[in-house]
């Protein structure tokens, strides 16, 4: 026990220092099963949303059935990039590429199918939403979805552009 | 092996290029905390519980600075929640690693999760709601030696509690992306991976009956064809005799094969899959039953249901034998035409079924699944007879206005309770029905009611459930429901399971309150899902990253 208290200070010292967290470098895939680096989740220097979800998981299938439909508008307002992050095990994952193109979302979709990803961002609950700030800095998260939060997160995106800090 | 990590720690903050690591460091975690007041209500089977309160809580501590990385995980089960195994008892550092990144190589020492392929053989992962961790104590590498190839080897023992598993693990994989790895193929539409994996476990024979095999060794192919809007994935896994508690202690190998096949267009998506297991239970300790030190994973294959009615009879794949098969259709209906509306409408079907693997005797004088004999033959195509499991489900996605939207699901289940189960109550037969319809008030407001109604011949007959939530984008909302029981022929079970609940979320803090009688199952309240044991009392669930 007392190394853990040990290992506590250690955290609670560079804590100190930390700046905002970034992007974790991890291995994710695409739906079509090919592998690629969370590295390549990038928007030229804009505002980036990183939603986890899973094809099970009702709020969030409703969160980003909200997100396609604003999605054009928020572009051309914005420049934001959506990634959608499923976290579908080997049991859905095959089933995330029909979905997905099913149900014509207009957003990039990377698939987490082990939660690699899903634990170096240390998400517990989907759904689960990031900014990312042009600096790959992780800004601002929310976890869940109700009907109308899509308006919190655009009024955010917003406030990112014109420089100001939605860090809380 | 914790001193080894404080002492890691120390030199690190000592060395010169301390000043400039700190600099580039950053701490993350998060934290959840479960716990439950219980009441005892002998109608719907809840006992009393001696300690009252019970309760599950996890911090996950990660440092990193460039290259480096390193975390803890503490656990604390003061006492385990119901539903859980008891096994987790008390506190402790069950999960702590460190590893090392450049360039094209990594190295994890300590505690790490890994998946092979699709797990068939090897799924090394933490489902903290099912309490499951097998998460391997050992070495990993893994390797990218020249573009398009991956490489992993893995050394280990399993998490067993707050212990470690008997048994040692090791595996190599390696997966080869053709297009990546020849640029004259970069272009071609033809896109193909394929990949293979040995996996090993190695446990001493203590057994005074049988000659057990204690090295077991395994291995699989696989193979991922994508050509236009066309996807074929593939794989196939094989181990050799591995007698256990679980497959009854039988010397027959076992061998698994899953196959897949999509396409996907623009508003419309099917997938096709069947496998085959047989005999395919594989743990690093042969004695062990139930969720713990299990190697490998093998998912069912039917849709995961969330509404609390659908969820009622969910199927888990028997790693003994099942040949399973299922197809899923996506299909959007256009938005301004007659059925899709203003907005469009969203069409998922799914149809599953899963039946028993044809069974023979071995020969005349050995009878079906006798220990230490190879158990039984079996015609690698053929279906057996007995019907495990099978659903028939259609869900219907339509926003009538900006006000107004609906989800509408319709399923048929068969589910043989004696397979599944392992009682003597037959097999039930069940219509579902469920309208899940949302009502926005203002643009942050609004009104969700699910209307659910079960109706079946077998078990405990018809149930009905309403649910009514009222949320406040993007913090708040609050819930009442309601399952009744109402076909009970027997009148004093005709129970009504209420639940209320209330949550509050501040960005990435959440706290949620629910009281009431809860069937096991799978909840979604307020925008998050988690699995929920049978019980009655006061839950409150705190979670929080940073």
Known sequence: MKSFFGILTFFAVISLTAQNNTVPTVDLKKPDGTIVSSDSILNNG????????????KPCVKELTTFAEVYEEWQEETGVKLYAISIDDSRTFPNVASFVNGRDWPFDVLCDPNADFKRA????LVPHTFIIDKDRKIVWQHTSFTEGGELELIDLIRKLNSGENINE | MNKFFTAALLIMSMTSVAQNVLQNAQIHGDFQTDFQYYMADSAIGADTIPEKLLSNGYLNLMFSAGNFSAGIRYENYNNVMLGF????????????????????????????????????????????????????????????????IYLKGVIGQQRFFFDKGEGIVRGIDGEVNLNELNDKWSGSKLRTTIGGSFVSKYQPDKNPIYKLPENVGSWAGRITLNYGNWMLNSEYAYKVNDPSTVNKMIY????????????????????????????????????????????????????????????????????????????????????NTTLGGKYGTDIAFNYSRANAIDMQ??????????????????????????????????????????????????????????????????????????????????????????????????????????????????????????????????????????????????????????????????VCVGGVCRNVPASYGLLVTITSNF
């Not at chain 2, 392929?117 to 020249?146: A, C, H, Q, T, V």
């Not at chain 2, 085959?276 to 190697?295: E, H, K, Y």
């Open chain 2, 252 to 335: 027959k190998p076992g061998e698994a094969l899953f196959a897949s096949l999509c396409y996907s267009q623009k508003g419309l998506g099917i997938t096709l899959s069947a496998k085959r297991i047989d005999n395919m239970n594989f743990r690093s300790d042969r004695t062990v039953t139930g969720n713990a030190l299990t190697m490998n994973y093998l998912p069912a294959l039917t849709k995961p249901h969330t509404y609390t009615l659908l969820a009622f009879y969910p199927y888990a794949t028997q790693p003994n034998g099942e040949m399973a098969l299922q197809g899923q259709l996506n299909y959007k209906i256009k938005k």
């Open chain 2, 361 to 522: 005797k071995v020969n005349d004088s050995t009878a079906l699944m006798q220990p230490g004999t190879l158990g039984y033959k079996s015609d690698f195509f053929a279906i057996g007879d007995e019907l495990y499991f099978e659903d028939v489900n259609i869900e219907v996605s339509h926003k009538f206005n900006k006000k107004l939207k609906g989800i509408f699901t319709w399923a048929y289940l068969t589910y043989n309770s004696d397979v599944i189960e392992g009682h003597t109550d037959g097999t039930f037969y069940s219509h579902i029905g469920v309208a899940d319809i949302t009502y926005k008030i203002t643009p942050t407001k609004s009104l969700r009611l699910e209307a659910q109604h079960l109706m079946t011949k077998q078990d405990k007959k018809n149930w009905a459930n309403v649910m009514l939530e009222f949320t406040m984008a993007p913090k708040w909302f609050i819930m009442a429901g309601d399952s009744y029981n109402y076909g009970n022929p027997v009148k004093s079970k005709k129970l009504h399971y209420y639940t209320f609940g209330f949550g509050y979320t501040k960005n990435s803090s959440r706290i949620a309150l629910t009281y009431g009688k809860q069937r096991e199952g799978i």
């Open chain 1, 46 to 57: 804009k505002p980036i949303i990183i939603s986890f979800w899973a094809t099970w998981c």
């Open chain 1, 121 to 124: 961002m240390n998400v517990n």
């Open chain 2, 85 to 148: 195994d008891p096994r987790y008892k008390g506190s402790g550092i069950p999960y702590r690693f460190a590893s090392y990144s450049h360039k094209d190589f990594d190295i994890t020492v300590g505690n790490y999760y890994e998946q092979f392929g699709s797990g068939m053989l090897l799924r090394i992962y933490e489902e903290r709601s099912l309490g499951i961790d097998n998460s391997l104590d050992g070495i990993r590498l893994r390797f990218k030696p020249y573009k398009g």
